[in-house]
């Protein structure tokens, strides 16, 4: 068995099934790979609230969340990429005129800033979270990481016409992520390889999804699970199975840590 290694997994589909569930498999894995004496960490486009529960049941302390923007290791902030609060402030006048709400998103919590709309219940509805409490003001005074925008598919254009200062990676047919221009996985990894004085090329990463392309393009151990878009798998340098058929195993097993 190889030593010394480190492993970041993606969470919704790639820790998570498509029922948003841990399999036991995978749950198993990663108590092997730890047994082993490798490091695992996560890498989602989560907030650190949104995934406590799994890190205390897989007994993980090192995350990259909001895909890059707020990383922590044992507790302790390594990176912090906040969104430019002025630019903030315009895009919330610029979402009010094209009647989309819009969630802010700290590293403690989540506020809307619309009561009732149905695509803040739909997509947020399919992480399994309520609907977030209602505070249009917010944004105002605090570091967010990452607002989700609220509208279909394509709409998002005009925004990214209009914003350089962020990036718009969609996450659901009503959703779209806000995000600092050019933070990525990928920016986050690489400040705890820094941190942690990992070796670049001991570093196995797994996703599935748009937001983990850079993750897993940029790693030299990308790992594409099969239900992954194709724009992951293109630049993957494997294919697992489907998270629902072991993928996570199949793809530990298939690089030689398992």
């Given at each position: 068995m190889?030593?010394?290694?480190?492993?970041?997994?993606?969470?919704?589909?790639?820790?998570?099934?498509?029922?948003?569930?841990?399999p036991?498999?995978?749950?198993?894995?990663?108590?092997t790979?730890?047994?082993a004496?490798?490091?695992?960490?996560?890498?989602?486009g989560r907030?650190?609230?949104?995934?406590?529960?799994?890190?205390?049941?897989?007994?993980?302390?090192?995350f990259?969340?909001?895909n890059?923007?707020?990383?922590v290791?044992?507790?302790?902030?390594?990176?912090?990429n906040?969104?430019a609060?002025?630019?903030?402030?315009e895009?919330?006048?610029f979402?009010k005129?094209?009647?989309?709400?819009?969630?802010?998103?700290d590293?403690?919590?989540?506020?809307?800033?619309?009561?009732?709309h149905?695509?803040i219940?739909?997509?947020?509805?399919?992480?399994?979270f309520?609907?977030?409490?209602f505070d249009?003001?917010?944004?105002q005074?605090?570091?967010?990481y990452?607002?989700?925008?609220?509208?279909?598919?394509?709409?998002?254009?005009?925004?990214?016409?209009?914003?350089?200062?962020?990036?718009?990676?969609r996450w659901?047919e009503?959703?779209?992520?806000?995000?600092?221009?050019?933070?990525s996985?990928?920016?986050?990894?690489?400040?705890?390889?820094?941190?942690?004085?990992?070796?670049?090329?001991?570093?196995?990463?797994f996703?599935?999804?748009?937001?983990?392309?850079?993750?897993?393009?940029?790693?030299?151990?990308?790992?594409a699970?099969?239900n992954?878009?194709?724009?992951t798998?293109?630049?993957?340098?494997?294919?697992?199975?489907?998270v629902?058929?072991?993928?996570?195993v199949?793809?530990?097993?298939?690089?030689?840590?398992?």
């Open positions: 190889m030593k010394n290694k480190a492993v970041f997994f993606d969470i919704d589909g790639t820790l998570l099934n498509h029922d948003k569930l841990l036991a498999s995978t749950k198993e894995a990663i108590a790979l730890k047994a004496g490798h490091f695992v960490g996560i890498a989602t907030a650190p609230f949104m995934f406590e529960e799994l890190r205390q049941e897989l007994e993980i302390d090192t990259v969340s909001f890059g923007q707020y990383v290791h044992k507790e302790e902030p390594v990176l912090r906040a969104l609060p002025e630019a903030v402030k895009l919330v006048d979402a005129e094209k009647d989309h709400p819009l969630v802010f998103m590293h403690t919590g989540m506020r809307a800033n619309d009561t009732e149905a695509y219940y739909e997509a947020i509805g399919s992480l399994k309520d609907y977030p409490p249009p003001d917010y944004y005074n605090r570091a967010l990452q607002t989700l925008l609220f509208c279909k598919d394509g709409e998002e254009a005009p925004y990214q016409a209009r914003f350089d200062a962020f990036d718009f990676i659901h009503k959703s779209t992520d806000i995000l600092p221009a050019k933070g996985k990928a920016k986050g990894i690489e400040a705890l390889i820094t941190k942690l004085n990992l070796n670049p090329d001991d570093v196995y990463v996703g599935d999804g748009p937001n983990d392309v850079e993750m897993i393009a940029s790693s030299k151990h990308g790992i699970m099969g992954s878009v194709p724009q798998k293109a630049v993957a340098d494997f294919v697992t199975k489907d629902n058929d072991d993928g996570v199949h793809g530990l097993k298939h690089v030689g840590l398992l």
